[in-house]
């Protein structure tokens, strides 16, 4: 990572992505009713992009990389639950599908990410 192009994690493209995840399943679960899934999936969302922040802020590389990590498992929890959004009839199978594809694309971009910075 260029440290003159990215003087902040808003520049990051994986932080952009994970707040556009993070967006898209607070408004695709606002209906759900079963509210401790909600509140669930939710704060594991949030959790991508707030590890991401938190880890760039840190003074060193291996605690960035630590906190890319956090995100990723993150990633991973977004992804079951949104399977069993689908399967639980809280999301529609297609929704659902679309923003696995998302979370898989993003875990992917930490995945490089932790690659870059690992080195």
């Not at 192009?5 to 556009?20: A, H, N, T």
Request: aromatic share 10%.
């Amino acid at each position: 990572m260029d440290e003159k192009k990215y003087q902040s994690f808003e520049d990051l493209i994986v932080w952009k992505q994970g707040m556009e995840l993070c967006i898209e399943v607070y408004k695709s679960m606002k209906e759900c009713r079963d509210f401790g899934f909600r509140d669930q999936i939710q704060r594991a969302a949030v959790s991508i992009p707030s590890n991401i922040a938190e880890g760039f802020e840190r003074q060193t590389d291996k605690e960035f990389v630590q906190y890319l990590f956090i995100a990723k498992g993150s990633c991973g929890e977004v992804r079951t639950q949104l399977y069993l959004a689908a399967e639980l009839e809280h999301l529609q199978k297609p929704q659902a599908g679309e923003l696995v594809n998302k979370a898989k694309k993003l875990s992917s971009m930490i995945q490089n990410l932790i690659k870059v910075r690992k080195h």
